[in-house]
């Protein structure tokens, strides 16, 4: 694999990580438990929208084949797709929804973090202007967390359910496959299982004050971020998202 | 405008008391929360301002409906903004409400079981991208057209909310027109879409100013009380007027095959909306009605756990500072 080859699975990961979840949090519009998390949801979603204009923007740039960032959002079928199996998972209730974000989150932070050292200047800088953005995610997710793991019985047990059902799919995010040791390799990412120590660390502590416990199992789902074996849900996700696109492809909007 | 139909509150206060209130807004005061106020003037703005917080909120579901479909995403990111807006403009106004004696919860259980209203214009249902850009253009430019003059309403509260909620009204509207814009210079079908949404949306946005002023029984004591600054008519027919020669720069044909420009009136006389389709609505028979009460309620109610999650969580924080002291 060609270094630019590495390197654009390597944005499409970013990108679609942060277009899928973006996505996701977006179905949550105008329903949310109160006007505070609507608002609160709207405005992450809205951060890693804007996230995804910049890394596939980047991505596009980088294939030099006359793609733009909407036509990799828009155009590709699941399996062009290299977002992480975690944030494809169904909204489910608020609770799952939050977990869902909490767990992505802290490694979102972590990995924002090392690539502001990037030795990709255009990395580095995407990196910086949304490592700000994703530090307040990372905040207000694992404050929420606390709070409705310690609030009620009801809603510690939903936090627990979410968790549980969640834990499989976080394996995947630190896990190093052959583009991620072509990143290492020219400085441009950190290794992922780099992050590991660093993302349990902070997850069990936070997860320790919310009153809830970490599942035993490392059994790890694999398949998103090389797009092997995507869930059944992308599919569905993408027939919504690409909808227009598909249906009125001379359309510009 | 968002308040449609405020049946405005009789007063029984003693007559001195309310001859210097009425002295007061007559001088253009603010009125503050504080301040001695008739009872009907607190009961009508408790609803007026309810009606328009509750409009914010139900307003963001026929957006809503497409926020998953929009086609690029800077138009999704565009999309999300504005209705991310509408609940800021529904959280202003239920804190200007709440400074009158009543909580948000409480509104909400009353929009929830009915006994409050939200706007006709959001019980039409959203059924192509264009409406996206007809909303913006014609919804919220409706309501900018009731909110400027709002902004000199006599209740400090809701003056100052209405004067942050009128600039970023004011970019919703660009923004629907920009949409509309791209569809009218587009293929067949976009214009074909930008056309149908015109030919939806445009007697619905005319009903959002409420019924014809020989009709409206509850003006005069509002406008007397700085709530209502202007009739509906008058801004009906300012709508109108701002609103035709836009509709003609985008090439589209407003739905009224009696519209024309009047030399002698200097202003276009147009076909009234259909006044009994209005009441329907009002009466829960809009095309949405039940969608919309439903899919608020549903939220309510999903949401409870969390709610009681997160008040739990404070007051053990509360019960363990207190323990600690
Ligand atoms: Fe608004
Ligand atoms: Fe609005
Ligand atoms: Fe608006």
Redesign the interface.
């Known amino acids: 694999m060609t270094r630019d080859a590495a390197l654009f699975e390597f944005l499409c990961r970013m990108g679609d990580s942060t ?1 899928v979840l973006g ?1 996701r949090l ?2 949550w ?11 609160a949801t ?2 992450t ?2 951060d890693l ?2 996230q ?2 910049m890394w ?1 923007g980047l991505a596009a740039e980088v294939e030099g084949a006359g793609r733009s ?2 036509d990799l ?2 155009r590709r079928d699941a399996w062009d797709f290299r977002n992480l199996l975690l944030v494809e998972q169904p909204n489910g ?3 799952r929804t939050l977990m869902r974000s909490f767990l992505f989150d802290v490694w979102h932070r972590r990995m924002l973090e090392r690539l502001t050292a990037s030795s990709d200047p255009r990395v580095a800088a995407i990196a910086a202007k949304a490592v700000k953005e994703v530090a307040y995610h990372a905040d207000r997710s694992a404050e ?1 967390v ?3 793991g ?3 019985e ?3 047990r ?1 936090m627990q359910d979410a968790l549980d059902r969640l834990w499989p799919y976080t394996g995947e995010m630190t896990s190093d496959d052959e583009v991620d040791r072509e990143m290492a390799e020219a400085r441009i990412a950190p290794l992922p299982s780099e992050l590991r120590p660093g993302w349990e660390e902070a997850v069990r502590a936070t997860l320790t004050q919310a009153t809830l416990t970490v599942p035993e199992s490392a059994f790890a789902h694999r398949g998103g971020k090389n797009g092997a074996r995507h869930s059944e849900h992308l599919g569905h996700m993408l027939t ?2 690409q ?3 598909r249906a ?1 492809p ?4 | 405008m968002y308040a449609q139909m405020i049946k405005s509150e009789a007063t029984q206060d003693d007559p001195e008391k309310l001859a210097a209130f009425q002295a007061r807004i007559d001088r253009g005061e603010k009125i503050e929360p504080k301040d001695w106020m008739p009872e009907g003037y607190r009961k009508t703005l408790i609803r007026q301002i309810g009606q328009h917080a509750h409009s914010e909120i139900v307003g963001q579901l026929p957006e809503g409906n497409w926020v998953t479909r929009a086609p690029t995403l800077e138009r999704k990111a565009i999309l999300l903004a504005k209705v991310q807006d509408e609940a800021g403009h529904g959280l202003y106004l239920y804190c200007a409400a709440e400074t009158l004696g009543v909580s948000r919860d409480e509104m909400t259980e009353m929009l929830l079981d009915g006994r409050m209203k939200y706007s006709s214009i959001f019980n039409y249902p959203t059924l192509t991208w264009a409406d996206m850009g007809a909303v913006g253009w014609l919804v919220d430019g409706a309501a900018i057209m009731n909110q400027v003059p709002l902004q000199r309403t006599s209740y400090g509260p809701y003056a100052r909310a209405m004067v942050r909620i009128c600039k970023e009204e004011s970019f919703h509207q660009r923004q629907g027109f920009d949409v509309m814009m791209k569809m009218c210079r587009g293929t067949d079908a976009q214009k074909r879409m930008a056309q149908d949404a015109l030919n939806r949306f445009w007697f619905p946005s005319l009903m959002m100013f409420g019924p014809s002023d020989k009709d409206s029984k509850h003006s005069a004591q509002s406008m007397a009380w700085k709530i209502k600054m202007n009739t509906n008519d008058e801004l009906r027919q300012k709508f109108v007027d701002q609103t035709v020669p836009q509709a003609e720069y985008l090439g589209l044909t407003v739905p009224d095959p009696d519209l024309r420009w009047n030399e002698e009136t200097g202003h276009y006389d147009f076909t009234e909306p259909d006044w009994s389709e209005f009441m329907d609505v009002l009466q829960g028979n809009g095309p949405c009605n039940r969608d919309r009460l439903e899919a608020r309620n549903k939220a309510w109610d999903d949401g409870a756990w969390v709610r009681e999650g997160l008040m739990a969580h404070a007051e053990k924080r509360r019960a363990a500072r207190v323990a600690a002291e």
């Open positions: 277009l996505h977006s179905e519009c105008g329903t949310a438990p109160a006007l505070e998390e609507d608002i709207a405005n979603a809205l929208i804007g995804t204009q596939l960032a909407d959002a828009m209730d608020f609770g929420l606390v709070a409705l310690d609030g009620t009801e809603s510690h939903r919504t998202m909808w227009l696109q009125y001379e359309a510009t909007w």
